[in-house]
């Protein structure tokens, strides 16, 4: 389990949340399928999962246990 140490608090699930802690070394081939589904519900086309920001913020909900719409709430520093 890692932490991301947020330059700016946000509101998620009724707190105000400083850190977010990630665990990417435990996620599968199922979970990136998964962020890419969440991602077409949400309209959103990955074309290069590289470079894609929305790719890695939906990855990284799912390694954080979080929903993507709290992800997207981060400040643009955090976020990328």
């Known amino acids: 389990m890692e932490k991301l140490v947020l330059k700016k608090e946000v509101e998620i699930n009724g707190e105000m949340v400083k850190e977010i802690e990630y665990d990417i070394e435990s996620l599968t081939g199922e979970d990136i399928a998964q962020a890419i589904k969440m991602l077409a ?27 993507f719409a709290d992800i997207k709430r981060l400040s643009a520093k955090d976020y990328m």
């Open 41 to 67: 519900k949400h309209n959103i086309v990955v074309v290069m999962t590289e470079t894609d920001t929305n790719y890695h913020a939906a990855i990284f909900a799912i390694a954080s246990d979080l929903d």
